[in-house]
């Protein structure tokens, strides 16, 4: 009987000596963890806002060179985008006209296509034509970071070109 005391006292004995030895001393809480001094930051995705879109002005500005026919260049500035281009037009009796200018996701897109403007009973020269114009889109604050040109003509719907501020 006295061995079976003899075992039970050196079990107690033997657990508690070893009970504090388990957790290290490198500051860890025992459960493989260890703690920081900082916050762990978690990246999160800000939404983007873009610019709103307050108007869209058209102007037309005459004939230009042919070498400039299908082409249009972008000008960023504060809180507008300036686009000045030169529409193919398939006679005399069409020009330009502003078809929309409005957001398609985030790129600000300006459509422009030609019109006939000729009465009914007019005849039209039957020579192309290129058409000068200038859109001035203006913007609550800053501009959109893409914008894209396009022109609608007999030839068909292309871009003509695409900007990056």
Do not use: N, W
């Not at 033997?14 to 860890?28: F, N, P, R």
């Not at 039957?126 to 396009?150: C, H, K, L, Q």
Request: net charge negative.
């Amino acid at each position: 009987m006295k061995r079976r005391t003899l075992l039970a006292t050196l079990g107690t004995v033997s657990t508690g000596a070893v009970a504090g030895c388990t957790g290290g001393t490198d500051g860890s809480d025992g459960s493989g963890s260890t703690p920081t001094d900082a916050p762990t930051d978690t990246p999160t995705d800000t939404p983007t806002t873009r610019p709103a879109h307050r108007e869209a002005t058209f102007t037309r500005e005459g004939d230009c060179d042919e070498s400039a026919a299908g082409s249009a260049q972008v000008a960023f500035g504060d809180a507008f985008v300036d686009v000045e281009g030169c529409l193919t037009a398939r006679d005399g009796c069409h020009y330009p006209a502003l078809a929309d200018a409005s957001y398609e996701g985030d790129v600000f897109r300006v459509v422009v296509e030609e019109v006939d403007e000729s009465d009914p009973d007019e005849m039209c020269t039957e020579a192309i034509e290129y058409r000068a114009y200038e859109v001035e889109a203006t913007f609550d604050s800053g501009t959109p970071e893409t914008v894209e040109v396009v022109h609608v003509t007999a030839q068909g719907r292309e871009t003509v070109a695409k900007a990056h501020d």
